[in-house]
């Protein structure tokens, strides 16, 4: 026959009253520790102590003593199977309660994902729709990590329900985990509205953001996925974690050099492509523009007007404001001609095609792409390695 002793009795006691060594600690101000020695029979409450224990627990002080309740209570037994039952309650009742909480989360991350595309398509401002979806982001993961953090039961528990918390616990983190992994790919879905220029500058369409953004979402929850392998309990020290970690080496260190790639295009655009020209003389630059229309001296103004309606009058003057030369030219040939002032002057005056420019805008969104794909295809290749590995070693 079981011994009835007051640990076991407050154990009973506590877990019938849904409640964590922890809590009932902070409740009697004494630590957690205290309440395990308590309840594993190591040491007795102070005496000071034992009416609060027993008014709180609503039983007298001399049941307390006793270990079990009076012949009109319920005895120990009764009360452990009671205890079982409250306190699977309690457990369901805090996961619906998380749950409910994480609500929140999920919801902010819509209404992330919503402003970037009104943003973006209605406003193309791809650097604001980034921000404010970074903001509504960035909200969420700290609210999960609140909820997650209030719904997690101690793990110090004693007794029949260490293994059930343990699976709580689990789940709990289960379910945050998928949370964050949601708010890393709405915010990785949202990136090519501010990592291309395009996008940057002027929106993306909806064609383009879907692709890349469910390009780089795909790799943010596989990053979010070897995040939670590598933290996990489960797998430390284990030859799945030690694959993984190698597998990560291998992908990252190649990745990182196409991303320092990918991230010096972005940053230069096509204009490190361009073929420009410089003139440092007006007269030279008049002699450019016009060595393809030489027939255009041959007419009047008025002649011109209607022979040539595209065409433009360029005059340059100096930092004086006197005449240097001007000239007619045609600017759907040219994609810049820009005037930097130096030393107060007009001149020298940059001239680009516009061929230049459709070349250059090529080689750009090749090179682009081309980048984006190799990142993404060497990613894929080490987790084919990974998964491959891991079903090899059973």
Not at 19 to 24: A, P, R, W
Not at 95 to 110: D, E, H, P
Not at 312 to 334: F, H, K, M, Q
Not at 355 to 379: G, K, M
Request: with cysteine; net charge neutral; glycine share 6%.
């Amino acid at each position: 026959m079981e011994k009835k002793t007051i640990g076991k009795f407050i154990a009973v006691l506590r877990k019938a009253n849904g409640m964590t060594q922890k809590e009932l600690g902070e409740r009697l101000f004494v630590s957690d520790k205290t309440v395990s020695r308590w309840e594993r029979d190591e040491c007795e409450p102070e005496l000071s102590l034992i009416p609060a224990i027993a008014e709180l627990f609503g039983i007298t002080t001399d049941e307390l003593l006793r270990g079990e309740r009076n012949a009109s209570g319920v005895d120990l037994p009764q009360a452990k199977a009671k205890s079982e039952k409250q306190f699977d309650a309690m457990l369901r009742n805090r996961m619906r309660r998380y749950r409910n909480l994480s609500v929140i989360s999920v919801a902010l991350t819509v209404l992330g994902l919503l402003a970037a595309a009104i943003c973006n398509l209605e406003f193309s401002k791809g650097n604001l729709a980034f921000c404010i979806s970074l903001a509504f982001f960035a909200v969420s993961a700290l609210c999960q990590f609140a909820f997650h953090s209030s719904a997690r039961m101690s793990d110090d528990e004693d007794g029949e329900h260490t293994e059930k918390l343990a699976r709580f616990n689990e789940q709990v983190s289960r379910n945050a985990w998928i949370i964050w992994g949601a708010c890393a790919a709405a915010t990785a879905f949202c990136l090519p509205l501010v990592t291309l220029i395009d996008g940057a500058n002027f929106g993306m369409t909806i064609g383009s953001w879907a692709w890349y953004g469910a390009l780089f979402a795909l790799l943010a929850v596989g990053g979010v996925y070897v995040l939670a392998e590598l933290l996990s309990k489960k797998n430390a020290h284990t030859r799945k974690k030690k694959l993984l970690v190698r597998c990560l080496i291998g992908a990252g260190s190649f990745s990182l050099l196409l991303c320092g790639a990918t991230v010096f295009v972005n940053l230069n655009g096509y204009d490190v492509f361009l073929v420009k020209r410089e003139f440092t003389d007006a007269y030279k630059l008049k002699d450019y523009l016009q060595s393809e229309y030489d027939e255009w001296n041959s007419y009047n103004d008025k002649d011109v007007a209607e022979t040539f309606p595209n065409r433009e009058y360029i005059v340059l003057r100096d930092a004086e404001g006197a005449y240097i030369t001007s000239c007619y030219y045609n600017p759907e040939l040219y994609y810049e001609l820009d005037f930097d002032g130096v030393n107060d002057d007009r001149m020298p005056v940059v001239v680009c095609t516009q061929e230049s420019y459709y070349r250059a805008q090529s080689i750009y969104t090749e090179l682009r792409n081309a980048l984006f794909h190799a990142i993404a295809f060497n990613l894929f290749v080490w987790a084919a390695v990974y998964l491959i590995q891991l079903r090899r070693k059973g």
